[in-house]
């Protein structure tokens, strides 16, 4: 339906069309038979598994808790081939639910949302394309991710460069071919670390800059085995209760025994072990690795001799284990050989700590110390994450307010969900939510249900608007904080949960650290006490 200006008209609209708009669709249009559309900017669905198409691209959790666990049809009839779903797979198993939910007809590709305005009056959400189409809806809801926008250093003389350059997070739909090819790369985050092994595989030479050294551990990836299929299918519902009751949303749990009380040698080899089975349960192997940080500490040095050990270049290998934040308090990578592709004779490692990149020229990069020709540079570099997707989106909410304005000093909502002075907008996964601290699809899932639940509920009690109270705002802002507070993860300052990644962002510790289980009983208990802390009317 159009209103009088040609605006298509709405109950609600979804922006972004990966694991959250999908099933954010899907809940809302299925569930509850509102008018529904998803706007996307891809030119198919996947949201950040669309853009980042480069090569090594890898889920880090494991394959029987990446998916949606929503539909037990949807568990028996989909099998995983690999414990790590690659980014192929995961896009063929997002097709697969799309059509099967027969969601596409109700997405709008090749749409970039650029502005969306709350109108008080109507008590609507304008929303308007790049394409300049209007759409408007009583509910907006954002499933941009966290990890969506881009962020490509600004270095003095890029535009010079006579090469071609790509970021890992706008990969071409054709790939990129490194034969014979002098490659740069710049970043070594969990991307870096998963691309450096299979670029140096086909490229002449390999230049890796590393800024700030990074922990990673052997993912151990393998295709699964019948047994394991097997073994998915009659357990998918055990596995899913799992992940309700794990800190983290993954399909493992925390042991109880802490590191400080483990006799050294004990200690050892529960680490080797777990370096051996490898993943990011590695981080589960002590309860008090995350937050007493001489627990972190017997984790951080095993992991240092483990790369010292691998690397045969003494240099080298010192360059790689200079770590300077405790295990995990940034996202941790695991990876395929990274540490074992500096063992090569085409890979060379460059410390842009010590000699920083000061410009690039047309024939390549340079440091403070010496120019690197090449023919490719791969920024690695990461994203402006978790406020990024929303800002970049003008949303103004009642009076004209801009986010940008709202959130200038660092994000500030109600439970990761809700912004005082945005009526009716929900933000999955939002800043102030585990997000990317959890396994994100059930992250999606808890928020997709409980907006659709609370839509539900406004309908049924005849309500037509929400909005997070500025004093539960502030409430929870000052929890987000406190909570972070307690774990070791602040101490790695350069960390892009804090925003340090993008120069002259705020320094705000973004996602919730509480864990899930915690999150999930606070956010049941608002509704048990009538959405507390949100306005409705
Ligand atoms: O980005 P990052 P990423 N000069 O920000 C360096 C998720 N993910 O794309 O640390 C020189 O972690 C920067 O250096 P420093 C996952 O959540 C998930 O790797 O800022 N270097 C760093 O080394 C992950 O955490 C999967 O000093 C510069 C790197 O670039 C998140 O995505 C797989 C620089 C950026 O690391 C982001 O990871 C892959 C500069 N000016 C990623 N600017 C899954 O498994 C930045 N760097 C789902």
Redesign the pocket.
């Known amino acids: 339906m159009t209103d009088i200006t040609g605006a298509t008209e709405l109950d609600a609209l979804v922006v972004g069309a990966g694991f959250a708009g999908l099933y954010q669709l899907l809940c809302l249009r299925d569930r509850l038979g509102l008018s529904v559309k998803a706007l996307e900017a891809g030119a198919g669905v996947g949201g950040?598994w669309y853009w980042?198409r480069y090569p090594g691209?890898?889920?880090?959790?494991e394959s029987h808790v990446?998916w949606y666990t929503f539909s037990p049809e949807l568990m028996r009839e989909w099998e995983w081939s690999e414990r790590?779903p690659g980014q192929p797979e995961i896009m063929r198993y997002l097709n697969f639910v799309a059509d099967r939910f027969d969601l596409k007809r109700d997405i709008q590709f090749n749409t970039r949302v650029v502005a969306a305005e709350y109108d008080e009056a109507a008590n609507r959400w304008r929303v308007r394309t790049e394409a300049g189409e209007t759409f408007v809806a009583k509910f907006l809801i954002t499933a941009v991710g966290?990890?969506s926008t881009a962020?490509v250093?600004k270095?003095e003389g890029l535009e010079s460069f006579a090469g071609d350059w790509y970021h890992?997070?706008q990969w071409p739909h054709e790939g990129v071919d490194f034969t014979g090819k002098r490659v740069g790369m710049?970043?070594?985050?969990?991307?870096?670390?998963?691309a450096a092994p299979v670029i140096a595989a086909s490229a002449e030479h390999l230049t890796v800059?590393?800024?700030?050294a990074?922990y990673s551990v052997p993912a151990r990836n393998a295709p699964l085995t019948s047994e394991f299929q097997g073994y998915i299918k009659e357990n998918a519902a055990g596995i899913r209760a799992v992940t309700r009751e794990t800190l983290n949303g993954m399909g493992f749990r925390i042991e109880e025994r802490l590191a400080v009380e483990t006799p050294a040698e004990e200690r050892e080899a529960i680490y080797e072990a777990a370096w051996e089975r490898g993943g990011l349960q590695f981080r589960a192997a002590f309860k008090d690795m995350m937050v007493d940080k001489a627990a972190n500490d017997t984790a951080a040095d095993f992991v240092k001799r483990k790369i010292r050990s691998i690397v045969k270049d003494p240099r080298t290998a010192a360059i790689l284990s200079d770590i300077d934040h405790p295990y995990a308090a940034?996202?941790p990578?695991?990876d395929t050989n990274y540490f074992e592709t500096y063992n090569r004779a085409n890979v060379t490692l460059v410390d842009?700590?010590a000699a920083?990149?000061q410009r690039i020229t047309p024939a390549g990069v340079c440091t403070t110390e010496a120019e690197y020709p090449l023919d490719i540079i791969v920024?690695?570099?990461?994203?402006d994450?978790m406020t990024g997707p929303m800002l970049r989106m003008n949303i103004r909410g009642r009076d004209g307010v801009a986010l940008q304005d709202v959130w200038d000093a660092g994000p500030r909502n109600y439970l990761g969900l809700q912004i005082a002075g945005f009526p009716n907008l929900f933000t999955i996964t939002g800043p102030g939510s585990p997000s990317?601290l959890c396994n994100?699809p059930v992250a999606i899932e808890q928020h997709a249900d409980w907006i659709t639940d609370c839509i539900a509920h406004m309908r049924t009690k005849g309500l037509e608007r929400i909005e997070a109270r500025p004093e539960a705002v502030e409430k929870w802002v000052a929890e987000v904080n406190d909570v972070a507070g307690k774990t070791l993860l602040p101490l790695a300052t350069?960390?892009?949960y804090l925003g340090?990644?993008i120069p002259g962002k705020p320094r705000v510790f973004m996602p919730y650290a509480g864990g899930m289980v915690r999150y999930r009983e606070i956010c049941q208990d608002v509704v048990a006490r009538g959405y507390e802390g949100f306005a409705l009317a």
């Open positions: 950040t980042n691209a890898r889920c880090d959790s990446y790590y966290c990890l962020n250093p270095f890992t997070g710049i970043g070594t985050g969990s991307t870096g670390i998963q800059f590393q800024r700030t990074n940034k996202r990578p695991i842009v700590k920083p990149i920024f690695a570099t990461g994203f994450a990317v994100m350069h960390s892009w340090a990644n």
